[in-house]
């Protein structure tokens, strides 16, 4: 299905659908789970926008090329383009709002690029890959070190994170990828995921939460 913007209420967000600038391993309890150490400086990747699609009616998943495990992520809507060096103020000025969502992964495909030392976007950037709910307006947190996540798969929690674990917090996480890539109105920020992440298969039931203001029902394809 095609994705807009949009907020929870139903009305559309006219931005144009950016780039999705993720950041990996930015819990630490994630990194260990997966083997991986927790980098000294940011990891940043990038998905397309082509790998949108909203989280509301169900979304497919891909089903010949090995596991996919799901992300839960706070993900923040930037409304204004920053400057290469913002203040956090500007940055807090620039966000638009903030929604969960999943970024899919294919694990095995990315074990197996990872032990070669090879780029990401093969088990990151395929179509579907960044599935987004819809946005409630940035105002809803006024404090963005205190933000929860929780993803629930088949009646049994299998994520339960807060923005105060992050290893990067939000606004220097932001002024950081600004430095490094111009962003935009209509781009998105991944901001990590918790720990707790596994395989999704197609028939699975998913609610996905941000800190109790948001709520969504939806399945996997
Ligand atoms: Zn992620």
């Known amino acids: ?4 913007h949009k907020y929870v209420d139903g009305t559309n967000i006219h931005f144009p659908v950016g780039k999705v600038v993720c950041i990996g391993r930015n819990y630490a309890e994630h990194a260990k789970e997966l083997g991986n150490p927790v980098p000294t400086e940011p990891l940043l990747f990038i ?6 699609v909203p989280l509301e009616d169900g979304f497919s998943i891909p089903t ?4 996919v495990h799901y992300e839960a ?3 923040v809507l930037l409304g204004k383009p920053l400057s290469k060096n913002p203040s956090e103020e500007e940055v807090l000025d620039a966000i638009s709002g903030f929604a969960p969502g999943l970024d899919l992964t294919l694990r095995d495909v990315q074990s197996r690029l990872r032990e070669k030392g090879l780029p990401w976007e093969l088990a990151k950037s395929f179509d ?16 963005l070190t205190d933000i929860g996540i929780r993803l629930t798969l088949n009646g049994k ?25 111009s962003l935009q109105a209509g781009d998105l920020i991944m901001t990590g995921t918790p720990a707790g992440v596994g395989p999704f298969q197609p028939g699975d039931q998913i609610v996905l939460e941000l800190a109790g203001q948001e709520r969504y029902e939806s399945r996997v394809l």
């Open 157 to 181: 929690v299998v994520q339960d994170g807060n923005s105060s674990l992050m290893l990067n917090p939000i606004l220097p996480m932001i002024q950081h990828m600004a430095a490094n890539f």
């Open 64 to 67: 010949d090329r090995g596991s």
């Open 128 to 143: 579907g890959a960044a599935v987004i709910a819809p946005f409630v307006p940035a105002e809803t947190f006024p404090d």
């Open 1 to 4: 299905m095609s994705y807009q």
């Open 73 to 75: 992520e706070i993900v």
């Open 47 to 52: 998905k397309p926008g082509s790998c949108v």
